[in-house]
Nanobody
Framework: VQLVESGGGLVQPGGSLRLPCAAS????????IGWFRQAPAKEREGVSC????????SYADSVKGRFTISRDNAKNTVYLQMNSLKPEDTAVYYC?????????????????WGQGTQVTVSS
């Protein structure tokens, strides 16, 4: 099982980024995929998650209305579309996977983690 994030970078406030999380070694159908982020000197926090078996999604209050999680079955990839980015969104973003339909952003539940991708929002 492998998860690979990409798409991070430097963006100005108000800008957008899309982060892919490509899965290999398993198909997404029976897994929940979560996006988490960790800013310097802060705990890793949940951002969003998608239960692929039933389509349920969840978002942290801080990103509701700005971020959207989605999937591409053909590419076995989950995306995090981030719009209206703010400096406080700056962090390393990780995707994670757990088998089952849980749709919660509880970090200990997730078994598999990617290596992370840096997102920096600054002018």
């Amino acid at each position: 099982v492998q998860l690979v994030e990409s798409g991070g970078g430097l963006v100005q406030p108000g800008g957008s980024l899309r982060l892919p999380c490509a899965a290999s070694g398993f198909t997404l159908d029976y897994y929940t995929i979560g996006w988490f982020r960790q800013a310097p000197a802060k705990e890793r926090e949940g951002v969003s998650c998608l239960s692929n078996s039933d389509g349920r999604t969840s978002y942290a209050d801080s990103v509701k209305g700005r971020f959207t999680i989605s999937r591409d079955n053909a590419k076995n990839t989950v995306y995090l579309q981030m719009n209206s980015l703010k400096p406080e969104d700056t962090a390393v973003y990780y995707c994670a996977a757990v088998r089952g339909s849980i749709a919660i952003m509880w970090k200990p539940a997730y078994n598999y983690w990617g290596q992370g991708t840096q997102v920096t929002v600054s002018s």
